[in-house]
């Protein structure tokens, strides 16, 4: 693995893989769906979310330095990180998205380390970073899948170490829409992201999956599809117990 010093701009963003192809295969079919759609130019937006703004300025003021963006798409948190003078580290199974990502930011010469890997098996050594963030990453998956996720967050911080994380809220519009795989678990069958699964959590599965963090925001955000059907997601807060 290698890993750079702080994103300055002056050095070319390092790509490693870290996955078996056939462990990519296997990962519900959700690696080439994503590959077909960010080769589409779907799933791209440019700017961050607020909510990540947010917790850059808080990780800034507290010291932080070396961040984690998991499943970080075609880049943009991976940038906005970056430019604030992060060390950024950005992982996704997507090869597709990482050459989004890496173009990115070779154009606003800046630099980061971009590893394809699985997110259920993070390739960095237990205590690695200082933060950690999943935006629209962690549920695409099985409950099983985000519980190994989130015990690799919880390794891969140090102790006391901050996570800002996104979760599929219930409330959804789309919520028991598709194929059902499990409670609470479907595969869309339509729209941008059919093929891919959705797991749909409320606040009290999300407090028990966080039991090894205490969490200090929990926000429910929601915005409306075509003004008219709320699509929503929780937004968490976290801090690695020591």
């Not at 799933?43 to 998991?70: I, S, Y």
Request: proline content about 4%; charged content about 30%; glycine content about 10%.
């Amino acid at each position: 693995m290698v890993v750079l010093g702080p994103s300055t701009g002056r050095q070319e963003s390092t790509f490693t893989e870290k996955i078996p192809r056939r462990a990519l295969i296997e990962y519900h079919g959700n690696v080439t769906n994503w590959d077909e759609l960010f080769k589409q130019g779907k799933f791209a937006p440019q700017e961050p979310t607020w909510g990540v703004r947010r917790f850059a300025a808080f990780l800034a003021k507290m010291g932080a330095r070396r961040v984690l963006d998991l499943g970080c798409g075609a880049g943009r948190h991976l940038v906005f990180l970056a430019r604030e003078g992060f060390e950024v580290h950005g992982l996704d199974a997507s090869a597709e998205a990482l050459r989004i990502s890496r173009s990115r930011l070779r154009k606003e010469n800046l630099s980061a380390t971009l590893v394809r890997a699985d997110m259920r098996n993070i390739p960095y050594p237990d205590g690695t970073f200082d933060a950690v963030i999943a935006i629209a990453s962690l549920y695409h998956g099985t409950l099983a899948d985000l519980r190994q996720t989130l015990a690799e967050i919880q390794r891969v911080l140090r102790p006391g170490g901050m996570a800002l994380l996104e979760f599929k809220s219930k409330r959804s519009f789309r919520y028991g829409r598709g194929k059902k795989i499990e409670p609470e678990t479907y595969v869309a069958e339509t729209g941008e992201d059919a093929g891919i699964l959705h797991h749909y959590s409320d606040q009290d599965e999300i407090e028990r999956l966080l039991a090894g963090f205490v969490i200090l925001e929990i926000n429910h955000l929601e915005r409306r599809v075509e003004g008219k059907w709320p699509s929503g997601q929780w937004e968490v807060w976290a801090k690695r117990l020591p």
